[in-house]
């Protein structure tokens, strides 16, 4: 049964219709030859027995007729007498040769019986012969009487046979009746048998090549309304329907790759949007923030100067700390720059956080004595951002204040830099939002952005650098940044 199985589902769908079309032609063809050869055999029983009884009964029609027109002859032997004789001489004479004469078809009471009439009758015919011959006398009148008596026993002969010929066929009959009773049942019984092999054909048929199209048109209706979800299709056919099904399944999952691709171009696109606008809006706020900076140094020294002059020591010094800051931030276009620099800035920044905030903010910086840091080149812009966001949002938010530490080191072959404070922390759901290392990250606030910038410069400007940001809530921030080591 597997083997049958197997070898109709690798089956060409040709071979398969072509099959179905055969077995509903056979199943058609015997059940048709069944209802000719039932009909025919029965037909041919019944004219087979009413054929033998009607030449028995030929015989006996054409004896009495023979008999009467040889006594009208007798009687007056003019030429239409013996005309009317002759001919029925003949047709009694066709009767007898026309009655069943086969030994193994009628069998061997019936062959006795027609051998008999056959036998009496050619005597009889010499006898009537010999009685017409015969003048008028004692002779004939002797003969005529003894061709009576012959014409009596061939009569008995002839009822005889007519008997036993129905008796033998109501025999046969009654041996037929059961089987003709149960034809219609037999009729019956094949015509099921034909719809239900019929009903089996169809419904494999149906298995093996409806039903998998039928799924296959369900799955392109989903496809089409978007619906990618679904299972693939899973058929046992290794013909034309299984190439068709994995040809299905192949495009269904090119097509939600390519869905899927499509959606994350038009994701990347609308960051990109997004990124350009914040981009202008960060050019506008740079050319707002960029009124005439000679302007801006100009008064800044000419407020220094004055500082001077009135011996305002602090004040000449926190403008010149902050004048610094401002013409690194505006004049410095490198990608790279000394860490000297960075540190530069730093401590003018803190410097000016200190002037700000009094002993609530403090600063420590600690560079280990092997590292020149005239001689490390660092990103522009690194740290300034981080010591900001240290203040801004984990120190000045402290009732008490805190401490800023940063830390230079040297560590397996990289320089090893540690900003860390004692502030408030970043929350978890802010540190979480994030994302360092996730490209274009969705950012929650100026917190977000400022450490972002840093790590993707630091890891796309540095080939091996890394940035990493630990933070508890209510203890305080931890940001630690290796950078292998450049010429």
């Not at 700000?356 to 590292?371: A, N, S, W």
């Amino acid at each position: 049964m597997g083997l049958i199985r197997k070898y109709w589902l690798q089956l060409p769908i040709q071979r398969k219709t072509r099959s179905y079309a055969i077995a509903l032609i056979l199943i058609m063809v015997f059940v048709g030859f069944f209802n000719i050869y039932v009909v025919n055999d029965t037909v041919q029983l019944m004219g087979g027995m009413l054929n033998d009884l009607t030449r028995c009964e030929n015989v006996y029609s054409a004896f009495d007729a023979e008999v009467s027109a040889l006594n009208r002859m007798m009687r007056n032997q003019n030429a239409d007498n013996r005309k009317t004789y002759e001919e029925a001489c003949r047709h009694m004479k066709s009767s007898v040769n026309q009655l069943p004469f086969q030994y193994d078809e009628i069998g061997a009471e019936r062959y006795a019986r027609t051998w008999r009439i056959i036998s009496a009758y050619a005597v009889y015919e010499e006898q009537r012969q010999s009685v017409l011959d015969a003048d008028r006398g004692t002779i004939r009148t002797e003969r005529i009487y003894t061709l009576i008596e012959m014409q009596g026993y061939l009569k008995q002969y002839m009822q005889e046979l007519i008997q036993i010929t129905v008796e033998e066929n109501s025999v046969i009959y009654q041996q037929k009746v059961p089987l003709i009773s149960r034809l219609p049942f037999l009729l019956i019984f094949f015509s099921v048998l034909a719809v239900a092999i019929t009903v089996i054909f169809s419904r494999v048929l149906s298995k093996t090549v409806t039903a998998p199209v039928r799924r296959i048109a369900e799955n392109a209706r989903r496809i089409t309304a978007g619906d990618f979800g679904g299972e693939d299709i899973q058929v046992e056919n290794t013909d034309e329907i299984g190439d068709l099904v994995s040809a299905f399944n192949q495009m269904k999952q090119t097509m939600s790759e390519n869905l899927e691709l499509t959606e994350q171009i038009h994701r990347d696109e609308m960051e990109r949007v997004e990124m350009e606008k914040q981009l202008e809006t960060a050019r506008l706020d740079l050319l707002q923030s960029q009124i005439n900076p000679h302007f801006l140094f100009n008064t800044l020294n000419m407020i220094s100067g004055m500082a001077e002059l009135e011996q305002a020591d602090i004040t000449k010094r926190m403008t010149g700390s902050l004048a610094h800051i401002f013409r690194y931030n505006l004049h410095t276009t490198a990608q790279f720059v000394s860490l000297s620099q960075e540190l530069s800035v730093i401590k003018d920044y803190m410097y000016l956080q200190h002037m700000r905030f009094g002993d609530r903010i403090r600063f420590v910086l600690k560079v280990e004595k092997d590292v020149d840091t005239s001689m490390v080149s660092v990103p522009a812009f690194m740290l300034q951002p981080l010591a900001e966001n240290a203040v801004v949002h984990g120190l000045s938010g402290k009732e008490n204040g805190g401490c800023l530490w940063l830390r230079v080191s040297h560590n397996l072959g990289c320089i090893e830099i540690v900003i860390e404070d004692d502030g408030i922390g970043i929350p978890i759901d802010i540190l979480e939002s994030m994302k360092l290392g996730e490209k274009h990250a969705p950012h929650a606030d100026h917190t977000g952005i400022g450490m972002r910038n840093v790590y993707h410069r630091v890891t796309s400007l540095v080939a091996g650098g890394t940035m990493k940001v630990e933070s508890w809530p209510g203890t305080g921030t931890k940001i630690t940044i290796s950078l292998p080591e450049m010429e």
